[in-house]
T-cell receptor, first 115, second 114 residues
């Protein structure tokens, strides 16, 4: 049962253009969402997060949008740079209980930014 | 400040054997989580330790067990290895259990079971 889904295995974008990575979830108990970036031979690195009480969070070139009714979030990267080429994972955390830090990850999307 | 380190980097084991993977948390971090990442998949939560006590477990059988030591380093032990246990094992440490604390991942240990 894949509770967090990234339906696009890969995305190719030209340098300077916008990259949009999508993520859907099924568990309505999720209330905190994160994006991670992973380079080969390295662990995932935190990029940006959003709480379910918000619908948008920005950090420099990165913006995450959350549509709770559609159970959908997206990560926008503007402008895209070749150094952004990596695997991007979305992850979710359920509310309360003993589940702090129990991240449920999507399958990942490989982003390639061409010069 | 030293980041999260894991050892060994790569490991090859035979089905039925036992394996121990190690994680050294970032300084001051009292919480560690372990994840299994199969090829082409996202990481899957195995369990989390907070101040040496297990604090949540994912959908993994009891042959996956862990320890967290007083210095907050930790181990993941897997008994009776199966072929499907072949994966990248990641640990992540944080200052605490709250979502307010970022999890810092190590580079992982690649386990191959033959």
């Amino acid at each position: 049962d894949q509770q967090v889904k990234q339906n696009s295995p890969s995305l190719s974008v030209q340098e300077g253009r916008i990259s949009i990575l999508n993520c859907d979830y099924t568990n309505s108990m999720f209330d905190y969402f994160l994006w991670y970036k992973k380079y080969p031979a390295e662990g995932p690195t935190f990029l940006i997060s959003i709480s379910s009480i918000k619908d948008k969070n920005e950090d420099g070139r990165f913006t995450v949008f959350l549509n709770k009714s559609a159970k959908h979030l997206s990560l926008h990267i503007v402008p895209s740079q070749p150094g952004d080429s990596a695997v991007y994972f979305c992850a979710a955390i359920p509310a309360g209980g003993t589940s702090y830090g129990k991240l449920t990850f999507g399958q990942g999307t490989i982003l390639t930014v061409h010069p | 400040e030293t980041g999260v380190t894991q050892s060994p980097t790569h490991l090859i084991k035979t089905r039925g054997q036992q394996v121990t993977l190690r994680c050294s948390s970032q300084s001051g971090h009292n919480t560690v989580s372990w994840y299994q990442q199969a090829l082409g998949q996202g990481p899957q939560f195995i369990f989390q330790y907070y101040r040496e006590e297990e604090n949540g477990r994912g959908n993994f059988p009891p042959r996956f067990s862990g320890l967290q030591f007083p210095n907050y380093s930790s181990e993941l032990n897997v008994n009776a290895l199966e072929l499907d246990d072949s994966a990248l094992y990641l640990c992540a440490s944080s200052l605490g259990r709250s979502v307010d604390y970022e999890q810092y991942f190590g580079p992982g240990t690649r386990l191959t079971v033959t």
